[in-house]
């Protein structure tokens, strides 16, 4: 069973950056994907991007280019998500989750994912 823990989360002016990190406390990522999904104040998680366990990106929203950039350390047991140039609109609570199947092109999909973290809250204000 995968515990995943999410971190480096906090308070961010506007224009500020960001790391966090997802590491599992127990098992190992090193065959899953991992996903980072955003959930905003009142609203569903919506996914951000997803990194294969073998590397591979797959962006889930339009503007991923040049705000957020998702990598991984397998030696680490650790996934990571940066955050570029952010905005008000980034407010909310940040969860990674793995999974370790999933059809071609359903990587961003909510559903395929089997655990997930209990998520770091990110405020974005001056």
């Known amino acids: 069973q995968v515990q995943l823990v999410e971190s480096g989360g906090g308070l961010v002016q506007p224009g500020g950056s960001l790391t966090l990190s997802c590491t599992a406390s127990t098992g190992t990522l090193e065959s899953s994907a991992i996903g980072w999904f955003r959930q905003a104040p009142g609203k569903e998680p919506e996914p951000i991007a997803t990194?294969?366990?073998?590397?591979?990106?797959?962006r889930c929203v339009y503007e991923y280019e040049g705000r957020f950039s998702i990598s991984r350390d397998n030696s680490k047991n650790t996934g990571y998500l940066q955050i570029y140039n952010m905005n008000p609109g980034d407010t909310g609570v940040y969860y990674c989750?793995?999974?370790?199947?999933?059809?071609?092109?359903?990587?961003?999909?909510?559903?395929?994912?089997?655990?997930w973290g209990q998520g770091t809250q990110v405020t974005v204000s001056s």
């Open positions: 989750a793995t999974y370790s199947y999933a059809r071609a092109g359903e990587g961003c999909k909510r559903s395929v994912y089997d655990h």
């Open positions: 990194i294969s366990s073998r590397g591979d990106r797959t």
